[in-house]
T-cell receptor, first 113, second 115 residues
């Protein structure tokens, strides 16, 4: 069974601060996806990283895929209250036309105004 | 439809009763997942459908759980003889064929409460 470990599990910061959350595994994935989930809603895809070492930016969010495609990080610059939510990473295994997701347990972020 | 639709959005049932949860994926999406999310927890894989292939049922927690999918359309998740530990949000997600590597679209979930 492949596992994705996310850290920290909980994070509470003041508006304007920077933060980084991590997603680590001993397994190699074909790609890694980051989702944000707000209360009462399903997860919403933020980004997919595919190539080892890849860096993607989405406004104040920067996502990086490790060179070995086993880990990833999400960095938020100048956090805003609207960034509050549960951040989930999901590793993708592809083979024979199927794409199976393995989710981490998530990082619950609270940004205090 | 424009998104993944799940119904009902909320369901309260008595212990021992059967429940059926429905998922309407995005039209043309051949891959479909069911996940369970307990309060404050991550997503627990239940079952995966990919086109006409045999579904991956390896995540179903017991034989009280079953799921069906008609072709590439609607899927139903059935829980028989519900127990209190079945209380959770049940999420459905879908993806285009060959596009799962690039992200799945989730529904808003069905919140199941067993009393």
């Amino acid at each position: 069974t492949q596992l994705l470990e996310q850290s920290p599990q909980f994070l509470s910061i003041q508006e304007g601060e920077n933060l980084t959350v991590y997603c680590n595994s001993s397994s190699v994935f074909s790609s890694l996806q980051w989702y944000r989930q707000e209360p009462g809603e399903g997860p919403v895809l933020l980004v997919t990283v595919v190539t080892g070492g890849e860096v993607k930016k989405l406004k104040r969010l920067t996502f990086q895929f490790g060179d070995a495609r086993k880990d990833s990080s999400l960095h938020i610059t100048a956090a805003q209250p609207g960034d509050t939510g549960l951040y989930l990473c999901a590793g993708v295994n592809s083979g024979a036309g199927s794409y199976q997701l393995t989710f981490g347990k998530g990082t619950k972020l609270s940004v205090i105004p | 439809g424009a998104g993944v639709s799940q119904s009902p959005s909320n369901k309260v049932t008595e212990k021992g009763k059967d429940v059926e949860l429905r998922c309407d994926p995005i039209s043309g999406h051949t891959a479909l997942y069911w996940y369970r999310q307990r309060l404050g927890q991550g997503l627990e894989f239940l079952i995966y459908f990919q086109g006409n292939s045999a579904p991956d049922k390896s995540g179903l927690p017991s034989d009280r759980f079953s799921a069906e999918r008609t072709g590439e359309s609607v899927s139903t998740l059935t829980i028989q003889r519900t127990q209190q530990e079945d209380s959770a949000v049940y999420l459905c997600a879908s993806s285009k064929a060959g596009q799962g590597n690039y992200g799945y679209t989730f529904g808003s979930g069905t919140r199941l409460t067993v009393v």
